[in-house]
Protein backbone atom coordinates (compact mmCIF):
# COMPACT_ATOMS: atom_id res chain seq x y z
CA UNK A 1 0.00 0.00 0.00
CA UNK A 2 1.48 3.27 -0.89
CA UNK A 3 1.35 6.20 1.63
CA UNK A 4 -1.22 8.54 0.65
CA UNK A 5 -1.59 10.69 3.81
CA UNK A 6 0.37 12.72 5.77
CA UNK A 7 1.04 13.55 9.39
CA UNK A 8 2.91 16.64 10.46
CA UNK A 9 4.37 17.04 13.61
CA UNK A 10 3.98 20.90 14.50
CA UNK A 11 6.71 22.54 16.89
CA UNK A 12 9.93 22.46 15.22
CA UNK A 13 8.20 21.50 11.73
CA UNK A 14 5.63 23.90 11.35
CA UNK A 15 6.02 26.49 14.29
CA UNK A 16 9.34 27.78 15.55
CA UNK A 17 8.98 26.70 19.42
CA UNK A 18 11.85 28.85 21.65
CA UNK A 19 10.38 28.44 25.01
CA UNK A 20 13.09 30.67 26.52
CA UNK A 21 11.64 33.93 24.79
CA UNK A 22 8.59 33.63 27.02
CA UNK A 23 10.58 35.32 30.33
CA UNK A 24 12.49 37.61 27.20
CA UNK A 25 11.00 40.55 29.42
CA UNK A 26 12.57 39.81 32.38
CA UNK A 27 16.16 37.90 31.29
CA UNK A 28 18.61 37.78 28.44
CA UNK A 29 18.47 34.69 26.43
CA UNK A 30 21.77 33.52 28.53
CA UNK A 31 20.00 34.04 31.75
CA UNK A 32 17.14 31.98 30.64
CA UNK A 33 18.25 28.96 29.37
CA UNK A 34 20.34 29.04 32.83
CA UNK A 35 17.05 29.05 34.46
CA UNK A 36 15.69 26.33 32.32
CA UNK A 37 18.49 24.10 33.11
CA UNK A 38 18.05 24.53 36.48
CA UNK A 39 15.02 23.66 37.02
CA UNK A 40 15.10 21.08 34.26
CA UNK A 41 12.61 22.56 31.99
CA UNK A 42 12.82 19.80 29.48
CA UNK A 43 11.90 17.19 32.09
CA UNK A 44 8.74 19.14 33.27
CA UNK A 45 7.53 20.38 29.91
CA UNK A 46 7.45 16.30 28.52
CA UNK A 47 5.36 15.84 31.37
CA UNK A 48 3.14 18.52 31.21
CA UNK A 49 2.94 17.30 27.15
CA UNK A 50 2.46 14.29 28.87
CA UNK A 51 -0.86 15.81 30.78
CA UNK A 52 0.45 17.33 33.55
CA UNK A 53 -0.20 21.14 34.63
CA UNK A 54 2.38 23.49 34.49
CA UNK A 55 1.34 24.79 37.90
CA UNK A 56 1.89 20.95 39.70
CA UNK A 57 5.37 21.53 37.70
CA UNK A 58 6.19 24.40 39.36
CA UNK A 59 5.16 22.71 42.74
CA UNK A 60 8.28 20.57 41.77
CA UNK A 61 11.02 23.44 41.65
CA UNK A 62 12.61 24.07 45.36
CA UNK A 63 13.66 27.71 44.73
CA UNK A 64 9.84 29.95 44.99
CA UNK A 65 11.52 32.51 42.30
CA UNK A 66 12.40 29.83 40.02
CA UNK A 67 8.71 28.40 40.26
CA UNK A 68 7.01 31.90 39.87
CA UNK A 69 8.93 32.36 37.17
CA UNK A 70 8.19 28.48 35.85
CA UNK A 71 4.12 29.13 36.93
CA UNK A 72 3.69 32.22 34.41
CA UNK A 73 4.85 29.89 31.29
CA UNK A 74 1.57 29.56 30.12
CA UNK A 75 0.20 32.89 30.56
CA UNK A 76 3.43 34.00 28.14
CA UNK A 77 3.25 31.26 25.90
CA UNK A 78 2.59 32.91 22.67
CA UNK A 79 6.09 34.51 23.12
CA UNK A 80 7.34 31.31 22.47
CA UNK A 81 6.07 30.61 19.44
CA UNK A 82 7.11 33.74 17.28
CA UNK A 83 7.20 32.67 13.98
CA UNK A 84 5.92 29.86 11.35
CA UNK A 85 8.17 27.62 9.77
CA UNK A 86 6.95 29.09 5.93
CA UNK A 87 8.69 26.48 3.83
CA UNK A 88 7.22 24.05 5.45
CA UNK A 89 3.77 25.70 5.41
CA UNK A 90 4.07 26.23 1.53
CA UNK A 91 4.63 21.77 1.27
CA UNK A 92 1.45 21.44 3.31
CA UNK A 93 -0.48 23.73 1.83
CA UNK A 94 0.64 22.20 -1.99
CA UNK A 95 -0.40 18.80 -0.12
CA UNK A 96 -3.63 20.07 0.29
CA UNK A 97 -3.99 21.51 -2.82
CA UNK A 98 -3.24 18.19 -4.62
CA UNK A 99 -5.91 16.63 -1.89
CA UNK A 100 -3.74 14.64 0.09
CA UNK A 101 -5.25 14.46 3.67
CA UNK A 102 -3.07 16.22 6.53
CA UNK A 103 -3.44 15.63 9.49
CA UNK A 104 -1.31 16.47 12.87
CA UNK A 105 0.15 14.73 16.16
CA UNK A 106 1.84 16.81 18.53
CA UNK A 107 3.73 16.83 21.96
CA UNK A 108 1.73 19.53 23.70
CA UNK A 109 0.90 20.81 26.70
CA UNK A 110 -3.14 21.15 27.05
CA UNK A 111 -2.86 24.31 28.85
CA UNK A 112 -0.60 25.90 26.56
CA UNK A 113 -1.82 24.36 23.22
CA UNK A 114 -4.70 27.09 23.21
CA UNK A 115 -2.14 29.74 23.49
CA UNK A 116 -0.35 28.42 20.36
CA UNK A 117 -3.33 28.28 18.59
CA UNK A 118 -4.07 32.03 19.83
CA UNK A 119 -0.82 32.99 17.85
CA UNK A 120 -1.26 30.83 15.13
CA UNK A 121 -5.12 30.12 14.11
CA UNK A 122 -4.33 28.34 11.30
CA UNK A 123 -3.57 25.28 13.63
CA UNK A 124 -7.09 25.08 14.30
CA UNK A 125 -8.51 24.85 10.58
CA UNK A 126 -5.63 23.00 8.59
CA UNK A 127 -5.92 19.36 9.53
CA UNK A 128 -8.25 16.84 9.10
CA UNK A 129 -7.37 15.58 12.56
CA UNK A 130 -5.03 16.82 15.30
CA UNK A 131 -4.11 14.63 18.21
CA UNK A 132 -2.57 16.94 20.94
CA UNK A 133 -0.75 14.87 23.72
CA UNK A 134 -1.60 16.44 26.72
CA UNK A 135 -5.49 16.38 26.04
CA UNK A 136 -4.65 12.65 25.49
CA UNK A 137 -2.30 12.15 27.87
CA UNK A 138 0.00 10.09 25.32
CA UNK A 139 3.30 11.10 24.12
CA UNK A 140 5.22 10.44 21.39
CA UNK A 141 7.14 8.21 20.37
CA UNK A 142 4.06 5.86 22.38
CA UNK A 143 3.17 3.70 19.70
CA UNK A 144 -0.61 4.42 21.29
CA UNK A 145 -1.12 8.14 19.86
CA UNK A 146 -0.21 6.91 16.59
CA UNK A 147 -3.16 4.80 17.18
CA UNK A 148 -4.82 6.86 18.54
CA UNK A 149 -4.27 9.09 15.23
CA UNK A 150 -5.68 6.47 12.69
CA UNK A 151 -8.90 5.88 14.42
CA UNK A 152 -10.01 9.30 14.65
CA UNK A 153 -8.96 10.04 11.12
CA UNK A 154 -10.24 6.26 10.07
CA UNK A 155 -6.78 5.80 8.05
CA UNK A 156 -4.72 2.91 8.10
CA UNK A 157 -0.95 3.53 9.26
CA UNK A 158 0.27 1.52 6.29
CA UNK A 159 -0.80 5.13 4.54
CA UNK A 160 0.50 7.53 6.58
CA UNK A 161 4.00 9.41 6.23
CA UNK A 162 4.35 10.91 9.69
CA UNK A 163 7.11 14.36 9.82
CA UNK A 164 8.67 14.82 12.96
CA UNK A 165 12.01 16.98 13.71
CA UNK A 166 12.99 14.19 16.47
CA UNK A 167 14.34 11.31 15.27
CA UNK A 168 13.00 8.99 17.53
CA UNK A 169 9.49 9.84 17.24
CA UNK A 170 10.05 8.81 13.68
CA UNK A 171 11.10 5.62 15.09
CA UNK A 172 7.71 5.59 17.18
CA UNK A 173 5.81 6.11 14.17
CA UNK A 174 7.60 3.42 12.46
CA UNK A 175 6.71 0.57 15.06
CA UNK A 176 3.22 1.56 14.64
CA UNK A 177 3.15 0.71 10.71
CA UNK A 178 3.68 4.63 9.40
CA UNK A 179 6.55 5.55 7.11
CA UNK A 180 8.24 8.29 8.87
CA UNK A 181 10.46 11.20 7.65
CA UNK A 182 13.37 12.73 10.13
CA UNK A 183 12.38 16.76 9.38
CA UNK A 184 16.13 18.24 8.70
CA UNK A 185 14.02 21.66 6.33
CA UNK A 186 11.54 22.31 4.07
CA UNK A 187 14.01 21.26 1.15
CA UNK A 188 15.07 18.32 2.64
CA UNK A 189 11.18 17.57 3.38
CA UNK A 190 10.20 18.52 -0.50
CA UNK A 191 12.32 16.25 -1.82
CA UNK A 192 11.35 13.03 0.52
CA UNK A 193 8.24 13.74 -0.13
CA UNK A 194 8.91 13.84 -3.81
CA UNK A 195 10.66 10.27 -3.92
CA UNK A 196 7.31 8.92 -2.23
CA UNK A 197 5.13 10.69 -5.10
CA UNK A 198 3.44 12.85 -2.90
CA UNK A 199 4.71 16.28 -4.46
Not at 167 to 176: I, K, Q, S
Amino acid sequence: MSPDTVVFDIGGVLIDWRPHLAWAEEMDASEAHAFMDRIAFDKLNLACDAGATFALAASQVSDPDDAARLGRYVERYQHSVPAKITGTWDILYALKDAGTPVHAITNWSAETWPEGCKAHPELLEVFGTTVVSGEVGVIKPSTEIYALLCHRADVAPERCVFIDDGLHNCLGARAAGMDAIHFKGPEALRKDLSVRSLL
